[in-house]
């Protein structure tokens, strides 16, 4: 299993992990990951009620199940 954190900013910075099976995943596909299930993971990464703004994508590192930077 694979763990990526994301960083992202839509007003305020916010985190997320994303989880993947795929152990041969890469950040460009966690990124493409985020993306596709982004609402999911926006409202999951906190209750600020952030409506509208753009979205930008400060970083994406891969991490470990304790959330340490691999």
Request: proline letters at 0%; aromatic letters at 10%; charged letters at 45%.
């Amino acid at each position: 299993m694979k763990y990526f954190r994301v960083i992202y900013q839509k007003i305020d910075c916010r985190e997320v992990w994303v989880e993947s099976n795929d152990d041969t995943m890469t950040e460009k596909e966690a990124e493409e990951l985020f993306m596709r299930n982004f609402d999911e993971y926006d409202d999951e990464s906190d209750d600020h009620d952030a409506d509208g703004g753009c979205m930008d994508i400060l970083s994406i590192d891969e991490i470990d199940e304790d959330g340490e930077e691999i």
